[in-house]
């Protein structure tokens, strides 16, 4: 099982000082394309690049416009870059992207399920056939207070998706919690029911609690983060796991529309939940080789 870290100026400052630290991948973008780029050329002079190109204009499932779903000159572009064992996105279903039925925001609608469904689909087939890499989707965050269809978070959504799309499975573990939160259910039986058997890769990241419920935030990992890391590799083999941490701005847009602090880029912080994750990892895999 590999290691990946965000790209982050406090990640190179850990490599720059042990370049022996036990980080197998560096994840890129943490900005937008295409002035990313200029993480690729810094990253790759220390590690192997992870991409994640779930951006507008880049590969954004969901979105309305073509050209902005899929660019095949920046993926290609990317692919070239990172020869990546597969690429990754969002199943985000932004209410702005379906607004025909934005009055069940929050509930079931079989016309918007076709009409999900039928563009995730179609956007998947042709991020596929043209790159010729296999697609993971990975869940997104569903907030009450947010343009989000809660609908693109439903677990059983999620695995018609992968089912459907022949998508491999990419579980954020910091946005199962959020949707489990504002689903009203454990965090055990949200991410339970996501499509584990498909799943290739993790992504650790920090919540923190605010006014309106659980938010994903980047932050430092809590201890129920790590358990319920511990308790997904009792299900699943991913191939990757992600520490979602660093390369992100030291502020963050509330639900009030107010920038406040935020503390996400500490080299202390992250060295610790490095060591925390290997060894996660390490006693993980000791225990399969034992049976």
């Given at each position: 099982?590999?290691?990946?870290?965000?790209?982050?100026?406090?990640?190179?400052?850990?490599?720059?000082?042990?370049?022996?630290?036990?980080?197998?991948?560096?994840?890129?973008?943490?900005?937008?394309?295409?002035?990313?780029?200029?993480?690729?050329?810094?990253?790759?002079?220390?590690?192997?690049?992870?991409?994640?190109?779930?951006?507008?204009?880049?590969?954004?499932?969901?979105?309305?416009?073509?050209?902005?779903?899929?660019?095949?000159?920046?993926?290609?572009?990317?692919?070239?870059?990172?020869?990546?064992?597969?690429?990754?996105?969002?199943?985000?279903?932004?209410?702005?992207?379906?607004?025909?039925?934005?009055?069940?925001?929050?509930?079931?609608?079989?016309?918007?399920?076709?009409?999900?469904?039928?563009?995730?689909?179609?956007?998947?087939?042709?991020?596929?056939?043209?790159?010729?890499?296999?697609?993971?989707?990975?869940?997104?965050?569903?907030?009450?207070?947010?343009?989000?269809?809660?609908?693109?978070?439903?677990?059983?959504?999620?695995?018609?998706?992968?089912?459907?799309?022949?998508?491999?499975?990419?579980?954020?573990?910091?946005?199962?919690?959020?949707?489990?939160?504002?689903?009203?259910?454990?965090?055990?039986?949200?991410?339970?029911?996501?499509?584990?058997?498909?799943?290739?890769?993790?992504?650790?990241?920090?919540?923190?609690?605010?006014?309106?419920?659980?938010?994903?935030t980047h932050t430092a990992l809590e201890e129920w983060d790590y358990q319920l890391f511990r308790e997904v590799l009792e299900q699943a083999r991913p191939e990757i796991v992600s520490l979602e941490y660093g390369g992100m701005p030291e502020q963050i847009l509330?639900?009030?529309?107010?920038?406040?602090?935020?503390?996400?880029?500490?080299?202390?912080?992250?060295?610790?939940?490095?060591?925390?994750?290997?060894?996660?990892?390490?006693?993980?895999?000791?225990?399969?080789?034992?049976?």
């Amino acid at each position: 099982m590999k290691l990946a870290v965000n790209f982050s100026e406090a990640l190179i400052h850990l490599l720059q000082n042990d370049p022996g630290l036990q980080v197998d991948y560096i994840k890129v973008p943490t900005v937008a394309f295409p002035g990313c780029f200029s993480q690729f050329e810094q990253g790759e002079r220390w590690r192997p690049l992870l991409p994640h190109p779930a951006q507008t204009g880049v590969i954004a499932l969901g979105h309305p416009d073509p050209g902005q779903r899929f660019n095949p000159e920046i993926v290609a572009e990317i692919i070239r870059r990172t020869n990546p064992p597969y690429l990754s996105t969002h199943l985000e279903a932004k209410v702005d992207y379906f607004p025909e039925f934005r009055s069940y925001q929050h509930e079931f609608h079989p016309g918007l399920q076709q009409m999900l469904a039928e563009r995730f689909l179609q956007a998947v087939k042709t991020v596929k056939e043209v790159t010729g890499l296999q697609l993971l989707v990975e869940n997104f965050p569903y907030y009450t207070w947010r343009e989000q269809y809660r609908l693109g978070s439903e677990p059983w959504f999620v695995r018609e998706i992968c089912e459907q799309g022949d998508c491999g499975f990419l579980l954020d573990i910091a946005h199962a919690r959020c949707s489990a939160g504002s689903f009203g259910i454990s965090d055990q039986a949200y991410i339970n029911a996501l499509p584990l058997e498909r799943l290739r890769e993790i992504h650790l990241a920090g919540v923190r609690n605010q006014k309106y419920g659980i938010r994903d935030t980047h932050t430092a990992l809590e201890e129920w983060d790590y358990q319920l890391f511990r308790e997904v590799l009792e299900q699943a083999r991913p191939e990757i796991v992600s520490l979602e941490y660093g390369g992100m701005p030291e502020q963050i847009l509330n639900a009030d529309g107010v920038w406040e602090p935020i503390a996400r880029n500490n080299s202390a912080e992250l060295q610790f939940m490095i060591g925390r994750i290997r060894k996660i990892i390490e006693e993980f895999e000791a225990n399969l080789s034992e049976v």
